[in-house]
T-cell receptor, first 113, second 116 residues
């Protein structure tokens, strides 16, 4: 069974701080996605990375796919209270159908004003 | 309204009762998915469907039944609810293009189900 391990599980920081969350696996994925989920809502896609070593930026968020396509990181610069939420990574197997997306358990981020 | 909707948003039922959770999407997406989200387990796939009349099991299908007679609807039925099925259930849909890795999955707002 493929697993995606996310760390840390919980993160509580002050507004303005920087943070990095990690998504690791022993398996190779064809792509990795990051979703953000706010309380009482469904997850919303932030980014999809498909090339080993790829870096994508979304305003203050920077996403990186590992060279070996087994891991990914999400870095947030100058966190704001609006960044609070559950961050989920999800990986797709090579040759897998869209039904083979595997989710990590998530990192719960709290940014205090 | 456009998008993906789930009903009901909250449901309390008793052990042994049959419960059906509804999911409707207006985008004509090929793929639809049912997940459950539990503390300590994250999102786990129950069933998915690649098209009308095509369904496949996910990681945790036992105790659940799905059907997809129309592209836009994907109901999930708990035939005889158990306490272990208390969870938040999310429906999602995606286009199914898959040209560069995983498609974007669009999630509904969830149904919070409590089985007493």
């Amino acid at each position: 069974t493929q697993l995606l391990e996310q760390s840390p599980q919980f993160l509580s920081i002050q507004e303005g701080e920087n943070l990095t969350v990690y998504c690791n696996s022993s398996s190779v994925f064809s792509s990795l996605q990051w979703y953000r989920q706010e309380p009482g809502e469904g997850p919303v896609l932030l980014v999809t990375v498909v090339t080993g070593g790829e870096v994508k930026k979304l305003k203050r968020l920077t996403f990186q796919f590992g060279d070996a396509r087994k891991d990914s990181s999400l870095h947030i610069t100058a966190a704001q209270p609006g960044d609070t939420g559950l961050y989920l990574c999800a990986g797709l197997n090579y040759g897998g159908s869209q039904g083979n997306l595997i989710f990590g358990k998530g990192t719960k981020l709290s940014v205090k004003p | 309204d456009a998008g993906i909707t789930q009903s009901p948003r909250y449901k309390i039922t008793e052990t042994g009762r049959q419960v059906t959770l509804m999911c409707h999407q207006t985008w004509s997406h090929s793929y639809m998915f049912w997940y459950r989200q539990d503390l300590g387990h994250g999102l786990r796939l129950i069933y998915y469907s690649a098209a009308a009349d095509i369904t496949d099991k996910g990681e945790v299908p036992d105790g659940y039944v799905v059907s997809r007679s129309k592209t836009e609807n994907f109901p999930l039925t708990l035939e005889s609810a158990t306490r272990s099925q208390t969870s938040v259930y999310f429906c999602a849909s995606s286009e199914g293009r898959g040209t560069a890795g995983a498609d974007t999955q669009y999630f509904g707002p969830g149904t919070r189900l409590t089985v007493l």
